[in-house]
């Protein structure tokens, strides 16, 4: 059972374009919620996070946005560039329900074509 | 500073063997997990080590385990090895606890299984 689903499994942008990446959850528990990228041959790294008190963090060319009642966030990157493409994590925990276990997506491939 | 390092990158075992796995946080970080990542299956939580002390568990057969030492370093075992053992280990390393606050990853382990 997938809690954390990101269910594009690729996205293809042209360079300067809006890359727009989602993920949808359903534990309602989850109050902590972060976006890892990812290249190849390498460990993840953190990207940007959000708390459910919140529905929005900006961090330079990168958004989430949180919207707790359809249980969806997504991550925007304005303008996308080619270093960009790499595979994008969703995270969540909720730390508010004891259960810190972080809980992931299977991951959206990001290609952006120059 | 230095990142998370991880020992060694790349590993093939047979069925029926045991491995062990290392893996050294950043200075001044106590907290270590382990994640599984298979192709398509996303990270998968093993566990996490907090100043020496195992304190959550994903969903894994008792063949996987691991330990944290005084320095905070980290190593996974996984004894009695199959097939579907192989996979990319990640180990992530955090000031405090997993769940909320981002983690930083090292580069994994390759672990083949023939």
């Known amino acids: 059972d997938q809690q954390v689903k990101q269910n594009s499994p690729s996205l293809s942008v042209q360079e300067g374009r809006i890359s727009i990446l989602n993920c949808d959850y359903t534990n309602s528990m989850f109050d902590y919620f972060l976006w890892y990228k990812k290249y190849p041959a390498e460990g993840p790294t953190f990207l940007i996070s959000i708390s459910s008190i919140k529905d929005k963090n900006e961090d330079g060319r990168f958004t989430v946005f949180l919207n707790k009642s359809a249980k969806h966030l997504s991550l925007h990157i304005v303008p996308s560039q080619p270093g960009d493409s790499a595979v994008y994590f969703c995270a969540a925990s909720s730390a508010s329900g004891g259960s810190y276990i972080p809980t992931f997506g299977r991951g959206t491939s990001l290609i952006v074509h120059p | 500073k230095a990142g998370v390092t991880q020992t060694p990158r790349y590993l093939i075992k047979t069925r029926g063997q045991q491995v062990t796995l290392s893996c050294s946080p950043i200075s001044g970080h106590r907290s270590v997990s382990w994640y599984q990542q298979t192709p398509g299956q996303g990270l998968q939580f093993l566990f996490e080590?907090?100043?020496?002390?195992?304190?959550n568990k994903g969903n894994f057969p008792g063949r996987f385990s691991g330990r944290q030492f005084s320095n905070s370093r980290s190593e996974m075992n996984v004894s009695t090895l199959e097939l579907g053992d192989s996979a990319l280990y990640l180990c992530a390393s955090s000031t405090g606890t997993a769940g909320n606050q981002p983690q930083h990853f090292g580069d994994g382990t390759r672990l083949s299984i023939l």
């Open positions: 080590y907090f100043s020496e002390t195992q304190r």
